[in-house]
């Protein structure tokens, strides 16, 4: 995975990490992966699970709130809200001292993201 997110690097796109948060799987390594795609030059949009109908599994079990994530990711960084916008419905948050903006998005509104960004929303 890591070669060809550098490949893609390499061949001139930004590129940006899109998330999807959730309880079980993944909740506790999101301030990892937020550190890592920052360090690499990224930007992170987390994203809250949705109901999605008929589909193989049910994931309703897995749903993590972005507004609790953005609470747990305030024990690591500063999160400051940012007066951008994305055109979408993530809300921006400035992330700590590297002063990069964190994107927050929630499904009504969802995504959680920060520049290299996190988006939480």
Same mark, same amino acid.
């Given at each position: ?41 990224? #930007? /992170?949009? +987390?994203?809250?699970?949705? &109901?999605?109908?008929?589909? *193989?599994?049910? =994931? ?5 709130? !972005? ?13 400051? #809200? /940012?007066? +951008?916008?994305?055109?979408? &419905?993530?809300?921006?948050? *400035?992330?700590? =001292? ?5 994107? !927050? ?17």
């Amino acid at each position: 995975m890591h070669a060809g997110i550098a490949a893609a690097q390499g061949a001139g796109p930004e590129v940006k990490i899109n998330t999807v948060a959730l309880a079980h799987d993944n909740a506790a390594e999101l301030p990892e992966l937020i550190r890592w795609s920052h360090g690499e030059g990224m #930007d /992170l949009t +987390l994203i809250e699970t949705m &109901p999605m109908g008929e589909v *193989e599994a049910d =994931r309703s079990d897995q749903f993590l709130s !972005l507004g609790d994530v953005r609470r747990e990711l305030a024990g690591y960084w500063t999160l400051t #809200d /940012l007066p +951008l916008s994305t055109g979408g &419905p993530a809300a921006l948050c *400035e992330r700590g =001292r590297d002063r990069r903006p964190a994107r !927050l998005h929630h499904p009504a509104q969802p995504t959680i993201s920060a520049r290299p960004a996190i988006a939480c929303g």
